[in-house]
């Protein structure tokens, strides 16, 4: 299942507030570098919310250029000493509830 625009929405905007970076300039994909970290935490919680979808068809909604390097790198993000696995956590928390409270 992929998700909504809504939902995709929502991983950017929680993102982004986490991280400090601009979610609109994020979707739109004209931040990079250091501005670009909202974007990294909103792939990695939709990779983990929805695991079936494609990878780089979520990279391309979260506004990254080159969508199949984006999901290749992911893993060097997580390995960056600004990373924190607590972020995609509430991120990913967030899209569940949406989730659950739709299915309540």
């Given at each position: 299942?992929?998700p909504t625009?809504?939902?995709?929405?929502?991983a950017i905007?929680?993102?982004?507030?986490?991280?400090?970076?601009?979610?609109?300039?994020?979707?739109?994909g004209?931040?990079?570098?250091?501005?670009?970290?909202?974007?990294?935490i909103?792939?990695a919680?939709?990779?983990?919310?929805f695991?079936?979808?494609?990878r780089t068809?979520?990279?391309?909604?979260?506004?990254?250029?080159?969508?199949?390097?984006?999901?290749?790198?992911?893993?060097?993000?997580?390995?960056?000493?600004?990373?924190?696995?607590?972020?995609?956590?509430?991120?990913?928390?967030?899209?569940?509830?949406?989730?659950?409270a739709?299915?309540?």
């Amino acid at each position: 299942m992929f998700p909504t625009a809504d939902q995709i929405a929502t991983a950017i905007v929680t993102a982004c507030r986490l991280t400090g970076s601009n979610p609109v300039l994020i979707a739109l994909g004209t931040e990079g570098g250091e501005k670009a970290r909202g974007r990294h935490i909103a792939l990695a919680a939709l990779v983990e919310a929805f695991p079936d979808a494609r990878r780089t068809g979520l990279a391309r909604s979260c506004g990254y250029r080159t969508p199949a390097s984006a999901v290749s790198n992911l893993t060097n993000f997580r390995k960056q000493s600004w990373w924190r696995e607590a972020w995609v956590d509430e991120v990913v928390g967030e899209l569940v509830s949406e989730q659950y409270a739709e299915a309540g």
